[in-house]
């Protein structure tokens, strides 16, 4: 059974720092190392569609236009993790940050950690 784990989020100042992390389990359909699974981090606001906010797969790193520059998406093989380094955070950047692994076809989410930003 396919587990991600996210951790990381919590109630921050503007401005602020937070670093999310998301680790992954149970990949064993298919039975295709992590390295090569497209990892992507996507938000949801109350009200708002969910967005994708950064993605990496194997060679390239992805970001939606208001997060970059302030957000990096970086994973570590060895440990099945993915990271979202949130710098410079602003209160729209609030929202349920959710960590997605995608290997065509399948496609597996993590529960959500919420991020608030405010003062």
């Known amino acids: 059974q396919v587990q991600l784990v996210e951790s990381g989020g919590g109630l921050v100042q503007p401005g602020g720092s937070l670093r999310l992390s998301c680790t992954v389990s149970?990949?064993?359909?298919?039975?295709?190392?992590?390295?090569?699974?497209?990892m992507a981090w996507y938000r949801q606001a109350p009200g708002n569609e969910r967005e994708r906010v950064a993605v990496i797969t194997s060679h390239r790193t992805e970001y939606e236009d208001s997060v970059k520059g302030r957000f990096t998406i970086s994973r570590d093989n060895a440990k099945n993790t993915v990271y979202l380094d949130m710098n410079s955070l602003k209160p729209e950047d609030t929202a349920v940050y959710y960590c997605?692994?995608?290997?065509?076809?399948?496609?597996?989410w993590g529960q959500g950690t919420q991020v608030t930003v405010s003062s």
């Open positions: 149970g990949l064993t359909a298919p039975r295709v190392r992590f390295s090569v699974w497209t």
């Open positions: 997605n692994a995608k290997y065509a076809p399948y496609n597996y």
